[in-house]
């Protein structure tokens, strides 16, 4: 090894007598993978998902709800639209709600079926997926690609890369841009990009999202996995022996070698693997399955496609590599026996919370007040004598519609006897997902109550629908 090698991390091998000055390199040098494209039942599944999540993603920013955009995070109006949802600040428990929603979801499949996400809906997959076969429409198959990356460069060698990466660069620009239009608003968007009017956030964001893409998806590929994503790393601790992982049969395939298809691989004291190597050649990370589970294996399923077709070629029963859990390789569980026991007190668990949590929010969805209220004393004049035997406590009251229609609302208040509202005009009008902050006067005779802080209510009621009516506490002073 070269000491002088940037390269490479070196580190002097610590108390090893016969070694000890030889120097040791903790990081590898990564080889590119040349991915073997791969059919079957799995695959199907992870196109779909492909096309599925994409669809989702590029389509949902151009629907349109009430004449504005459908989905659609205005950050600096702190208010998210989604469909006729129109979330506020005040509204942050949903969102939490989601994120813990999506770690249980999380925790559930992979307890289940290990790195679900992972090998079929994580976007550095499916663009990975995407960008690999762009790669593979243009520079051709697995070894086609590994000819043309060995050769001089040449003019032809020179345009095929350079169409390939255009391709992915149209690509990856436009899910940056796609990316900028959930945060604003997507038709105006592409005309303030051709005029170059976008503001410094959205050219910024649109070009940082686009060529992370492009790096990730066409260059990083699984050292994303391997490297910088952490859930490979704990995902160790959501697994148990039920889990289902991608296996391979050891009993089953062992003694591994090639043979001829008519021989019989028993008297040859071989067992059903071929030694083919197909399920390394079609692995995305370049593993080896048959070493065993690997934190690098993302769980994609490509190596039970690709051994499958050689099962089938051979005319072995499929599933040498399967989706198993060690309990059933070890106890040869049939099938019904290892699906029944994905039912297991941690499953049990996870699936109990969820379904909790999404019924709860489902239900505080449904009831959700649309009228928020906001009432804040004025700190300056506590209290005052506005006229001879009145006593006057002013406050700001912040009305929030987070309706879709404009809607009038009056102002009252209780708690004190006699107690007025002054300095507003009612009804109060504000409009469609908006906000007005109103500043109230609230009076009462002096002799309401004794001298001290009395606890009343401020009610906001809708006038054109009754029902959505808001008491919010507070205070009022009467001075001694
Ligand atoms: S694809 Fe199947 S038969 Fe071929 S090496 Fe892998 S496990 Fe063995
Ligand atoms: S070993 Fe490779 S091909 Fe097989 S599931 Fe894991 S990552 Fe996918």
């Known amino acids: 090894m070269n000491a002088n090698d940037p390269s490479v991390i070196p580190i002097v091998s610590a108390p090893a007598p016969a070694a000890a000055d030889e120097e040791v390199s903790l990081l590898e040098i990564r080889k590119k993978i040349y991915v073997r494209a791969v059919h079957g039942g799995f695959a199907r599944w992870r196109w779909g998902l492909v096309f599925a999540t994409q669809l989702v993603f590029y389509g949902v920013p151009w629907l349109a709800w009430n004449g ?20 506020w600040p005040q509204d942050v428990i949903y969102l939490t709600a989601l994120l813990i929603i999506a770690a249980f979801a999380l925790f559930l499949f992979t307890a289940v079926a290990g790195r ?24 051709g198959e697995r070894v086609a690609r590994m000819k043309l990356d060995g050769s001089a460069l040449s003019l032809e060698k020179f345009v095929v890369k350079a169409v390939k990466h255009v391709a992915w660069l149209a690509i990856a620009l436009w899910t940056g841009y796609t990316f900028v239009g959930y945060f604003s608003p997507i038709r105006g968007l592409g ?11 959205e050219a910024f964001w649109i070009l940082f999202y686009g060529f992370a893409t492009y790096g990730n998806a066409g260059f990083m590929r699984e050292q994303v996995c391997k490297y910088m994503c952490p859930y490979a790393r704990f995902q160790s601790a959501m697994f148990d022996r039920d889990t289902l992982i991608i296996a391979y049969d050891r009993e089953r395939g062992e003694r591994r070698g090639p043979r001829s298809r ?4 028993k008297s040859a004291g071989l067992g059903d693997c071929v030694d083919c190597n197909i399920c390394v050649q079609v692995c995305p990370t370049g593993i080896d399955i048959r070493k065993g589970l690997q934190y690098e294996c993302i769980g994609c399923a490509a190596c039970i496609d690709g051994c499958d077709q050689v099962m089938d070629r051979m005319g072995y029963p499929k599933g040498l590599i399967r989706y198993a859990s060690e309990n059933a390789l070890e106890g040869h569980l049939d099938r019904a026996a290892m699906l029944k026991r994905m039912l297991r007190p941690r499953t049990a668990i996870y699936t109990g919370v969820l379904v909790v ?12 007040n649309p009228l928020k209220v906001d009432v804040i004393r004025d700190r300056g004049a506590l209290a005052r004598e506005s006229a001879p035997g009145v ?14 229609s404009a809607r009038t609302f009056t102002i009252a208040a209780t708690g004190l006897p006699d107690v007025t509202v002054a300095g507003v005009e009612q009804p109060i009008a504000v409009g469609a997902a908006g906000t007005r902050l109103v500043p109230v006067r609230l009076q009462v ?17 809708s006038t054109d629908e009754p029902k ?7 205070t009022f002073m009467l001075p001694r």
């Open 391 to 404: 006593i006057e406590n002013v406050y700001r009251v912040q009305i929030m519609n987070t309706d879709e």
């Open 116 to 139: 679900l996400w992972c090998g079929y809906a994580c976007p550095q997959t499916v663009y990975t997926e995407i960008f690999m076969w762009i790669e593979k429409k243009i520079e």
């Open 191 to 201: 005309i303030r990009a051709i005029t170059w009017q976008l503001g410094p956030w």
């Open 468 to 474: 959505l009516v808001r008491r919010e506490k507070s």
């Open 262 to 265: 008519k021989a019989d691989p």
């Open 357 to 368: 949590i999404v019924a709860a929010i489902g239900v505080s969805l449904a009831l959700r």
């Open 445 to 461: 005779p002096v002799d309401a109550g004794t001298p001290g802080s009395h606890p009343i209510e401020i009610v906001v009621q």
């Open 68 to 87: 504005r955009q459908a989905v659609l995070f205005e950050i600096a109006e702190r208010k998210f639209y989604i469909f006729g949802l129109v979330l």
